[in-house]
């Protein structure tokens, strides 16, 4: 995924094509600072900062239990 699909300035759309689906979570406070540091450290919204955390904890889930060496 590149920073362009993410980033949160000049991107016209909110969520790159295809995204249509909602999913809803609650955090804890001190989890939601580490996400907006998270995010402002990489310049991108909160929501596409939880989205690249998602599917690269999907991507490494995978890799780990799905796909064992």
């Known amino acids: 995924m590149s920073a ?3 980033t949160s300035a000049g991107v016209s759309a909110r969520a790159p094509r295809g ?14 600072r580490r996400l907006e540091n998270i995010a402002q450290a990489e310049g ?3 929501s596409a900062t939880v ?8 991507q490494g889930y995978a890799d780990d239990t799905l796909n064992p060496q």
């Open 51 to 58: 989205r690249l955390l998602m599917l690269r904890g999907i």
């Open 4 to 6: 362009t699909e993410t």
């Open 44 to 46: 991108r919204s909160l």
């Open 19 to 32: 995204c249509s689906s909602s999913v809803m979570t609650q955090v804890t406070p001190d989890e939601r």
